[in-house]
């Protein structure tokens, strides 16, 4: 498969509110969101993981695009079961839900703002869960170069903590990734 430079600058572009119109650059955005959807269906599951740390590294993105990547449109409108463990403003989105299938679910945690009042949700953590084992280790190393980080190894994960970046750890094992964000880099989008 041919690689791909995807443009993600969309992740973290805010609406500019124009009266009785549309906001040209939010227009022009919407091809490249679309571009990337559809990467994120069909391309290596190295890569999709690729383009999630590449959207946090620098800068802390829009978790709408990753909350909906990965949906397969023909499935049918259904009432998703959530785990019991997730709370109330978190996402999960099962296999049967995605167009992928090397991915068992997809959970975004969210923390909502509500103590300012501002109605504001933030990402705290994505992961993906695999339907067969993987090794991405050197997929994430080579992803956050040219950001400090330290890397620890447990029994069964690997964590990558990362220093100035909206990510401030990486947690991964043969089945499951996790990317943990720096609520210090959060930043509300409208």
């Not at 571009?35 to 290596?44: A, G, P, R, S």
């Not at 839900?97 to 997809?106: A, P, Q, V």
């Not at 447990?154 to 991964?172: A, C, G, L, M, R």
């Amino acid at each position: 498969m041919k690689e791909q430079n995807i443009n993600l600058d969309f992740l973290y572009y805010q609406r500019k509110l124009i009266l009785d119109g549309v906001d040209p650059k939010e227009e022009e955005y919407k091809s490249v969101a679309r571009i990337f959807e559809n990467e994120m269906k069909k391309c290596e599951l190295s890569k999709a993981v690729q383009l999630i740390i590449l959207g946090y590294k620098e800068k802390y993105a829009q978790h709408k695009f990753y909350g909906g990547c990965f949906y397969e449109v023909k499935t049918p409108m259904v009432d998703t079961e959530y785990p019991d463990y997730l709370g109330p403003n978190d996402f999960y989105m099962p296999k049967q839900e995605m167009s992928r299938r090397d991915i068992e679910h997809l959970i975004l945690r969210i923390f909502k703002d509500d103590y300012e009042k501002t109605n504001t949700r933030y990402l705290q953590e994505l992961e993906l869960m695999f339907t067969e084992p993987q090794d991405l280790n050197d997929v994430i190393e080579k992803t956050l170069k040219d950001k400090e980080f330290s890397k620890k190894e447990s029994y069964k994960s690997t964590f990558f903590i990362v220093e100035d970046s909206p990510i401030s750890e990486i947690e991964v094992s043969s089945k499951k990734f996790i990317m943990r964000t720096n609520s210090d880099k959060w930043k509300a989008y409208y």
